[in-house]
């Protein structure tokens, strides 16, 4: 397989930790911003307790070692915590501000999927495993990626859908990828056809939002914005359950044969 799209994946991997501490950190402000509104009713001492878990959780994802760490960390302590501020506190605090945490919220969960199937991905470029085990790796990779842009596309910035893009070209245009049915045996040609098929996917996906970001130029007032939302929702569904229906075909044959990952 082409060094390229292994590099790709390892430098999109070593951005994202960057990226992320930077998004904790704009949620903070954002929280500081909130609790110190005219709007937000609540004591001083309350809103610095708060402010002072959710530094201590940042500090504690921003000095854990291993990527993985952080992601555990941010899961299981942070986005809790998150979760308590949100609901105690969502009828006393500002909406605007309000809403930009959420947004930041959903770009770092999206951000931390997308990581887990990146590095699902990532481990099929080892050395010492077979070609099965190496197919189904980058096939269970690509599904999740595309999984993972059903549901947060919306929220990606423009630069990281296009590296996204250019790593899914890799894979489609990596000709030691291509299915082959005279030359494999079923399994390994099941998986890169649906690995192939759910790469288109994920171009139609990214393609389609680059439509609503041409659409969103010339679109003013919220609920236009409100309404393309909407129907990209709509359009990406259907790539989604396209690739879905073919990727059920090729676990109906797998479960036959017993192929496992």
């Known amino acids: 397989m082409t060094v390229t799209t292994e590099n790709l994946i390892k430098a ?23 609790f110190a509104s005219d709007e937000a009713r609540i004591s001083k001492e309350e809103s610095f307790n708060y402010l002072l878990k959710i530094v201590k959780v940042s500090e504690r994802i921003r000095a854990a070692k291993h990527l993985v760490q952080k992601i555990e960390i941010y899961y299981f302590e942070y986005r809790p915590l998150l979760n308590v501020i949100k609901a105690k506190y969502s009828e006393f605090l500002a909406r605007d501000t309000f809403k930009e945490i959420e947004a930041h919220e959903k770009f770092l969960d999206g951000l931390t999927e997308l990581i887990i199937a990146q590095s699902v991905m990532l481990s099929g470029f080892e050395e010492k495993i077979d070609l099965e085990r190496r197919y189904g790796l980058l096939y269970t ?9 059903e549901e947060y596309l919306l929220y990606f910035p423009q630069d990281l859908i296009e590296y996204l893009k250019n790593i899914t070209l890799e894979f489609l245009n990596d000709s030691s990828l291509k299915p082959d049915k005279a030359n494999q045996n079923e399994s390994d040609f099941s998986y890169l056809v649906g690995l192939k098929n759910t790469a288109r996917a994920v171009l139609w996906q990214i393609e389609e939002n680059q439509t609503k970001h041409e659409i969103s130029r010339w679109i003013g007032s919220p609920s236009d914005r409100n309404f ?26 797998s479960e036959a044969k017993g192929w496992k990952l």
Do not use: P
Not at 12 to 34: A, W
Not at 228 to 252: G, V
């Open 141 to 149: 990779g690509m599904v999740e990626l595309s999984e993972r842009l």
């Open 228 to 253: 393309t939302r909407e129907r990209q929702i709509q359009k990406n569904k259907a790539a989604i359950d396209w690739a879905n229906s073919r990727l059920e075909q090729i676990e109906t044959i």
């Open 12 to 34: 999109l991997l070593s951005n994202t930790e960057e990226v992320m501490l930077g998004e904790l950190s704009l949620i903070k402000h954002s929280l500081e911003k909130l």
